[in-house]
């Protein structure tokens, strides 16, 4: 079935570029997101990137896509101490379900 | 900016009781969804819905789970008989339309099953 998988942890400091990565399996995606959730708060959407592009760029955050290797990434340039949260990949389905990842949790260094 | 809200934010029943968890989706959306975030897994999706009809639902949504749009603004998901293993955050979502529109998810309902 589809999955979406992305490693479990970060650690950046402060200042630093964050990468966070991703793998989906579905081939037929359309859409895929990054959602980014702080503690005890929903599931806010940073940004989207639809399948026929390859980059997307939103001020300190940038999106690449690599379609053949089926891998997502996020940058966040000039990591800030609020950037701690979780961070879900996610991708859209035929369906329009979205399927997420574990999420990958965001820890700043001083 | 319009945002889905859902109330309670939080929920503690005894197994064995109905809950009912409220959404009200952004204005002018007309895809309703429900997703569940069990602790410390992937949030997984439950049901989505539109025009007043359950549009595809995952194995988790069995004969337990309901939903349904009172009126023009509520979007509620009901819970039967609650289980433990119903134990979870639940997100509401909504959306204009399919394909390209995003979902936006509300802030959830963490729903804790003793």
């Known amino acids: 079935g589809e999955d979406v998988e992305q490693s479990l942890f970060l650690s950046v400091r402060e200042g630093d570029s964050s990468v966070i990565n991703c793998t989906y399996t579905?081939?037929?995606?359309?859409?895929l997101y990054w959602y980014k959730q702080e503690p005890g708060a929903g599931l806010q959407l940073l940004t989207y990137i639809f399948s026929n592009m390859d980059m997307k760029q939103d001020q300190r955050l940038t999106v690449l896509l690599n379609k053949k290797d089926k891998h997502l990434s996020l940058r966040i340039a000039d990591t800030q101490t609020g950037d701690s949260a979780i961070y879900f990949c996610?991708?859209?389905?035929?369906?329009?379900?979205?399927?997420f990842g574990k999420g990958t949790r965001l820890h700043i260094l001083p | 900016e319009p945002e889905v809200t859902q109330t309670p934010s939080h929920q503690v029943t005894q197994m064995g009781q109905e809950v009912i968890l409220r959404c009200v989706p952004i204005s002018n959306h007309l895809y309703f969804y429900w997703y569940r975030q069990i602790l410390g897994q992937k949030v997984e999706f439950l049901v989505s819905?539109?025009?007043?009809?359950?549009?595809?639902k995952s194995e988790i949504f069995d004969d337990q789970f309901s939903v349904e749009r009172p009126d023009g603004s509520n979007f509620t998901l009901k819970i039967r008989s609650t289980k433990l293993e119903d134990s979870a955050m639940y997100f509401c979502a909504s959306s204009l339309a399919q394909g390209r529109e995003t979902q936006y998810f509300g802030p959830g309902t963490r729903l804790l099953v003793l």
């Open positions: 996610a991708e859209k389905d035929r369906d329009d379900k979205i399927i």
């Open positions: 579905d081939s037929s995606s359309t859409y």
């Open positions: 819905f539109y025009n007043n009809e359950i549009s595809e």
